[in-house]
């Protein structure tokens, strides 16, 4: 029996050593891949400046599941994508990378903001959007020249964006997020779902419509069902739509369908046939994810996208409500740092003020005095 458990006390420590070789291979593999991940670059979109490193004070705190976040900045609503990203970061113990998109005109304004500010540990990437891939895809009206946002359409391009991810977020500026955003990342997307949104009819927002011109909620909304080529498809016209503005995205699956190609295919459509609805004004980045997306799509939770928070000055849901949702989004024409918006001062609490003073609130603040 001495002899058995002498075999049993060297077997058990050959099987630690090994266990040990083990990991420590497995340490110095997980080493090279991450060094190769950030040794080659994305195609055409190249990013202008990368943060790699976490504080190690933060590397402690927050776990190492890296979670990509893509966000638009355009210039005049730079405050609104900068409050967006410090909400996101102070709710979460995750490590997120933003993947910030923006004009090259925008990118030393915006570096500044980050830089010289409480937002200085943000790991982020700023990322040059070049408006010339939309050429022949978007309607060129000269009288409304400067009304096109090449921005609204960076969430087409997410593969490009961040390429080695197989997971992405992307989110509006208008929005303020009151939850760990690790909660909206986990979203289950069904086999086959390249994304997941949040649909309209059955939306916790949906139960104060907004009824504007056009029904907002469902594909004729959206669509022109007088055109043959809307019609082929044979898309039921009462379908209920979804909002872009928040979606979580699988990558693996988008780039596997090939789901920009498709998209810029009914962009190109819509250029020489106008497919999109005209009720609503200005939506024309909807309209081609509802078609390349309709009955493929998975959903996100409504509360992680509380919406219509801009479509009047009044307050459309109770101070309750608005504590309980886990993602506010101002869509709409009332933005919470411009004209009077309900609910400003919840968003104002994550704005950080521009070092450069360029951009400043212009909403009367008289709201924000009575809510206190």
Known sequence: SSKFSVNISILTVA????????????LGLSDFLKRELSDSNPLGLQPIDFIPAV?????????????????????????????????????TRSNVVFHIVTLNDTVDHLRLWLSNTALKNLRYRILDFDPRVLEGKVPVDPQKADTLKPLTFARFYLPNLVPHA??????????????DILELY???????????????????????AVRGAGNQYNYIGFLDYKKETIRKLAMKANTCSFNPGVFVANLTEWKLQNITKQLEKWMALNVAEE?????????????????????????ID????????????GKRYSPQFVKAAKLLHW??????????????????????????????????????????
Request: glycine share 4%.
């Open 302 to 313: 409504p509360m992680w996208n509380v919406r219509h928070l801009g479509s009047s000055a």
């Open 331 to 372: 869509n709409g024409h009332f933005k919470p740092w411009g004209r009077t918006a309900s609910y400003a001062e919840v968003w104002e609490k994550w704005y950080v003020p521009d070092p450069t003073g360029k951009f400043s609130l212009i909403r009367r603040h008289s709201e924000a005095y009575e809510a206190k």
């Open 15 to 26: 099987v630690v050593i090994f266990l040990l070789v083990l990991h420590h291979n497995f």
């Open 186 to 208: 986990n979203t289950p997307l069904k086999p086959g779902h390249a994304a997941a949104f949040s649909d309209d009819c059955d939306s916790t927002t949906n139960k104060v």
């Open 275 to 299: 497919l999109y609805s005209r009720t609503l004004a200005g939506s024309i980045t909807t309209p081609p994810l509802l078609i390349v997306f309709y009955k493929q799509h998975s959903t």
């Open 166 to 179: 197989e997971k992405a977020i992307y989110v509006d500026d208008d929005i303020i997020v009151q939850d």
């Open 55 to 91: 504080p190690q004070r933060l590397a402690d705190e927050r776990n190492d599941k890296e979670i990509s976040v893509v966000i638009a900045a355009s210039d005049e609503r730079l405050g609104g994508a900068i409050a967006a990203m410090n909400s996101i970061y102070r709710h």
